[in-house]
T-cell receptor, first 115, second 116 residues
Framework: EPEVTQTPSHQVTQMGQEVILRCVPI?????FYWYRQILGQKVEFLVS????????KSEIFDDQFSVERPDGSNFTLKIRSTKLEDSAMYFC?????????????FGPGTRLTVL | AQKVTQAQTEISVVEKEDVTLDCVYE???????LFWYKQPPSGELVFLIR??????QNEISGRYSWNFQKSTSSFNFTITASQVVDSAVYFC?????????????FGTGTRLTVIP
């Protein structure tokens, strides 16, 4: 069964460093998402991506964040200069169809720890 | 605006007891979807169910059942004869049809602990 994969599973970095979180969505999916979950809190939407551009972003997704689909398979989230408060679990998701009908499939997450 | 409220922060039950997790939502979309996800200690999000706004039939899947009531904007989840493996955080989520990129809005989750 196709699934969304994410690498690495755990990333530890120093404050101020750049990190890139990688996701491989399900191959025929067209809509891609990043969500964030700070430890012990709810899952929050960061950004959605369609047709090689951002379609929507939350207030959390500031200038420190960027997303990219550099090739036909990967979908990346870059944090330019990490802060302590960026420590969280980051989930990638993908969806095949327009509208709310298509289910979002989540990856296993990347746990980011900023020291 | 989309909003999901899970008023129960933590619930503890003894094994084999039934437990109901509450979810109340707000949306202006006429078409929307409601979800429940399970997050075990390992951290991944496990999809449990999706229900669209036009289908108010209750659903049962093994020990799990869901009660969708549009009149009260609630989508409650019941686990019958709970087991220790049910211990996890459970999230209710809402996805609208007209709002933006159809991203999911999650509730704050309910931590369920099943005591052996």
């Amino acid at each position: 069964e196709p699934e969304v994969t994410q690498t690495p599973s755990h990333q530890v970095t120093q404050m101020g460093q750049e990190v890139i979180l990688r996701c491989v969505p399900i191959s025929n999916h067209l809509y891609f998402y990043w969500y964030r979950q700070i430890l012990g809190q709810k899952v929050e939407f960061l950004v959605s991506f369609y047709n090689n551009e951002i379609s929507e972003k939350s207030e959390i997704f500031d200038d420190q964040f960027s997303v990219e689909r550099p090739d036909g398979s990967n979908f990346t989230l870059k944090i330019r200069s990490t802060k302590l408060e960026d420590s969280a679990m980051y989930f990638c998701a993908s969806r095949s169809s327009r509208g709310a009908e298509g289910e979002q499939f989540f990856g296993p997450g990347t746990r980011l720890t900023v020291l | 605006a989309q909003k999901v409220t899970q008023a129960q922060t933590e619930i503890s039950v003894v094994e084999k007891e039934d437990v109901t997790l509450d979810c109340v939502y707000e949306t202006r979309d006429t078409t929307y979807y409601l979800f429940w996800y399970k997050q075990p200690p390992s951290g991944e999000l496990v999809f449990l169910i999706r229900r669209n706004s036009f289908d108010e039939q209750n659903e049962i899947s093994g020990r799990y059942s869901w009660n969708f009531q549009k009149s009260t904007s609630s989508f409650n989840f019941t686990i019958t004869a709970s087991q220790v493996v049910d211990s996890a955080v459970y999230f209710c989520a809402l996805q609208g049809d007209q709002t933006g990129a159809n991203n999911l809005f999650f509730g704050t989750g309910t931590r369920l602990t099943v005591i052996p």
